[in-house]
Nanobody, 122 residues
Framework: QEQLVESGGGWVQPGGSLRLSCSAS????????MGWFRQAPGKEREFVAT????????YYASSVKGRFIVSRNNAQTAVTLQMNDLKPEDTAMYFC???????????????WGQGTQVTVSS
């Protein structure tokens, strides 16, 4: 079973960048699709990005496409989310998650981290 721990959140001004990391402890990390989701106060958790098990395929929500980049290092059992040109509407708790197949919904993912807070404001 994958244990996931996110890091890298914080406060940043609009237009700034942050890099989130997710470290996995399981032995089967390289077999999982990895996803990033976010949840703002009072809102449902929403899909942000996903990357295939090999890292060869990625997919992004339209709201972040062109600004965020997801990548992974299977040797280090880690996945990252590089967030550029951040906007106040990107403020949320960000979660990484693991799934056995490509998915865009919360229910597609079996394993979740505890989340890391990202706040974008001036």
């Amino acid at each position: 079973q994958e244990q996931l721990v996110e890091s890298g959140g914080g406060w940043v001004q609009p237009g700034g960048s942050l890099r989130l990391s997710c470290s996995a402890s399981g032995r089967t990390f390289s077999t999982y699709y990895m996803g990033w989701f976010r949840q703002a106060p009072g809102k449902e958790r929403e899909f942000v990005a996903t990357i295939s098990s090999s890292g060869s395929s990625t997919y992004y929500a339209s709201s972040v496409k062109g600004r965020f980049i997801v990548s992974r290092n299977n040797a280090q059992t880690a996945v990252t989310l590089q967030m550029n040109d951040l906007k106040p509407e990107d403020t949320a708790m960000y979660f990484c998650a693991a799934a056995r197949a490509r998915g865009l919904r919360v229910g597609d993912y079996a394993h979740w981290g505890q989340g890391t807070q990202v706040t974008v404001s001036s």
